[in-house]
């Protein structure tokens, strides 16, 4: 299984709601990624956890929780969220260690958030 | 701090011709450079990689690569493109800042291939 897994595909929520995105791969990867990616803009960097532990936040708003329950699993917990946070969030894996690494990055196909 | 560049935002082109997306890189340390395409309502993929060794790098999809650290560029080169070439394309750095390593893409180039 050479893929990353990224659920729901489509995300719409009032600025009072709680969801969670979800990400999984299991190819044994280590480093596990959030990115957040505007229309015609390159992703920007959220959080990055390495070996289940958040080794950077990238001064990300408080209304995002990132949460890393084991190896294969990367979770974002999102809470009143902003009009401004629509967006396309993409998770990505990859071999190395902490805070990013040299190796490439597998991403998934990514979550289309919508907050009205 | 690292930077990339992308010199051009949109290249439009005809099928079946050659097509050239510039890049180039501001970094003091060693770095690693990579594309990656985007198609639309997709995740990235990885086209290509330069982490040392051959300055020539080819990758998936026909495309190449070549690393010139005189230059700071990465240019991404295709001696034929299709119709299914259309995508976003994004050359990035990994770079080891101190502690750990972290993954900068420059702004993007929208390669339109018309038949």
């Known amino acids: 299984d050479t893929e990353v897994t990224q659920t729901p595909k489509h995300l719409v929520m009032g600025m009072t709601n709680k969801k969670s995105l979800k990400c999984e791969q299991h190819?044994?990867?280590?480093?596990m990624y959030w990115y957040k990616q505007k229309a015609k803009k390159p992703p920007e960097l959220m959080f990055v956890y390495s070996y289940e532990k958040l080794s950077i936040n990238e001064s990300v708003p408080s209304r995002f929780s990132p949460e890393c329950p084991n190896s294969s699993l990367l979770n974002l917990h999102l809470h009143a969220l902003q009009p401004e946070d629509s967006a396309l969030y993409l998770c990505?894996?990859?071999?190395?260690?902490?805070?990013?690494?040299?190796?490439?990055?597998?991403f998934g196909p990514g979550t289309r958030l919508t907050v009205l | 701090a690292q930077s990339v560049t992308q010199l051009d935002s949109q290249v439009p082109v005809f099928e079946e011709a050659p097509v050239e997306l510039r890049c180039n890189y501001s970094s003091s340390v060693s770095v690693y450079l990579f594309w990656y395409v985007q198609y639309p309502n997709q995740g990235l993929q990885l086209l290509l990689k330069?982490?040392?060794?051959?300055?020539l790098v080819k990758g998936i999809n026909g495309f190449e690569a070549e690393f010139n650290k005189s230059q700071t560029s990465f240019h991404l080169r295709k001696p034929s493109v299709h119709i299914s070439d259309t995508a976003e394309y994004f050359c990035?750095?990994?770079?080891?800042?101190?502690?750990?390593?972290?993954?900068?893409f420059g702004k993007g180039t929208l390669l339109t291939v018309n038949p």
């Open positions: 990035a750095v990994s770079v080891y800042g101190g502690s750990n390593y972290k993954l900068t």
């Open positions: 330069y982490l040392s060794g051959s300055t």
């Open positions: 990505a894996s990859s071999p190395g260690l902490a805070g990013g690494t040299r190796d490439e990055q597998f």
């Open positions: 190819m044994g990867h280590r480093a």
